[in-house]
């Protein structure tokens, strides 16, 4: 499937695993994809995405990759914490923020991929199919990791912009005649 795969959707795969090394994790998820595949877009394609809010930092702001479910941080807050004082105050002072969790960082070789990043990779494969399309580009994926179920990156894409918009802004993309 990978040789089917144009330069910037090779180069997003790339990234996503660079993402997944950084955040210490053990298997590259969605979230890592699509971090990833943003981050390999040409400048007209960042910039189309960029108007309707799709960013990679827009991404990593509304991912929750956190240790405390909203429940635990609930009950801290009834009982007068407030975690995200205190959270704030210590990566200010030490540099570690607490909401993330512990992992190793550092880690080398391969990592690979969740089940959730394989079915997004595999969606991108029957977009471009269904479209016809010869190869599978960084938009493709893109439409992929849209049509998965993971929980995570579809709460943070919907927080930024609707699905439906963003799989509509990325059709028009696909089908507008290269420059």
Do not use: C, Y
């Amino acid at each position: 499937m990978f040789e089917r795969f144009s330069r910037s959707a090779r180069a997003g795969v790339v990234l996503s695993q660079e993402e997944a090394r950084d955040a210490g994790a053990d298997r590259i998820t969605p979230t890592h994809l699509i971090l990833g595949v943003l981050g390999s877009l040409d400048a007209d394609t960042s910039t189309a995405l960029s108007a309707l809010g799709v960013s990679a930092d827009s991404i990593r702001e509304n991912a929750k990759d956190t240790v405390f479910t909203t429940g635990e941080t609930e009950a801290l807050r009834e009982v007068g914490i407030d975690l995200n004082t205190i959270a704030d105050t210590i990566n200010k002072r030490f540099g570690f923020d607490i909401r993330r969790p512990i992992r190793k960082r550092f880690r080398t070789g391969h990592i690979p991929f969740s089940t959730g990043a394989k079915k997004s990779l595999e969606l991108a494969l029957r977009e471009a199919i269904a479209r016809k399309d010869r190869t599978i580009g960084a938009e493709h994926v893109l439409l992929g990791i849209i049509r998965s179920d993971d929980a995570e990156v579809l709460a943070a894409i919907e927080a930024i912009v609707p699905r439906s918009q963003l799989r509509q802004r990325l059709h028009e993309m696909l089908d507008e005649p290269a420059a």
